[in-house]
């Protein structure tokens, strides 16, 4: 007989499941009962947690978020820096982006929400990874810090997202090296002289 989960472990199982299924099916087939039948439990032990699917939905994606950050490298450079991140979502977060572009759509139609509200870097930490990333260029001397509006911060991986979710494949890397050296850093390196 398997051991029964408790406390973090079971909510753990429980919001794996859900991302799972969700990942999957999609969130038109998505139910909680389908989630408790991947999960080896029963709905009500869902509800006891999540009043309804959306609920759930949130929950999980918040938890994907937090579950699977990715560590800040520091190569040395800003471009380095920038360039690595980008090409370590692309080899492991085509998936997630294909979800929450493509499989969530009906969730923020009926929830009235978007994207943004389920990436809330506040919410996941992901603000605080960008903020090491620039701090550390601009500590270098690389760049400085008036150009790094929240746009500029975010915007090679919101090209990047853009370009998986034309494709629902991973980049090219050439296109991730001309999102960086072509349209972001002309944006925050200091005009040459």
């Given amino acids: ?6 406390g973090a472990a079971l909510e753990k199982a429980l919001l794996d499941a859900a991302w799972e299924e969700l990942a999957e099916t999609g969130y038109a087939r998505f139910t909680m009962e389908a ?11 869902l509800y006891r947690r ?6 759930l939905v ?29 090409r370590e979502i692309n080899a492991t977060r085509v998936q997630f982006i294909t979800v929450m572009g493509a499989h969530l759509a009906g969730y923020y139609r009926e929830t009235g929400t978007s994207p943004g509200d389920l990436r809330d870097p506040l919410v996941t930490g ?19 810090p008036e150009p790094l509006t929240e746009r500029v911060r975010s915007l090679p991986f919101d ?3 853009h370009e998986i979710l034309m494709t629902f494949a ?3 890397d050439h296109v991730l090296e001309e999102i960086v050296d072509t349209v972001f850093l002309p944006l925050v390196l200091p005009p040459v002289r």
């Fill in 50 to 55: 999540w009043s309804d699917r959306d609920d």
């Fill in 1 to 6: 007989m398997p051991e029964r989960r408790r």
């Fill in 35 to 45: 989630v408790a039948r991947r999960a080896g439990t029963s709905p009500s032990v």
């Fill in 58 to 86: 949130r929950a999980a994606t918040v938890h994907v978020l937090r579950e699977y950050r990715l560590d800040t490298p520091d190569t040395g450079s800003l471009r380095g820096d920038v360039l690595t991140l980008m």
């Fill in 126 to 144: 992901r603000a605080k990874a960008l903020d090491v990333l620039f701090d550390r260029a601009v500590e270098r001397g690389e760049i400085k």
């Fill in 170 to 172: 991973p980049v090219p």
């Fill in 159 to 161: 090209l990047l997202r």
